[in-house]
């Protein structure tokens, strides 16, 4: 007799939006009443450091 092949555990369900924006503005005011504080950054930098020459636009492939 086989075996009953096994199932993968269900998946857990993700959080609704306005539990995580909550989440987010609790974190974030415990934060500034820590003493951090928040930069504002350009639109367009990312704070991903590559590891690759970024080739300019209209350069050929």
């Avoid at 959080?15 to 987010?24: G, L, R």
């Avoid at 934060?31 to 450091?49: D, E």
Wanted: hydrophobic share 30%; proline share 7%.
């Amino acid at each position: 007799m086989a075996a009953k092949p096994q199932r993968a555990p269900a998946k857990k369900k993700q959080p609704a939006a306005v539990e995580t924006s909550k989440s987010i503005e609790d974190q974030t005011r415990d934060f500034l009443q820590s003493g951090g504080s928040i930069q504002s950054i350009k639109s367009g930098i990312s704070g991903q450091q590559g590891s690759y020459a970024a080739r300019p636009s209209g350069a050929k492939k």
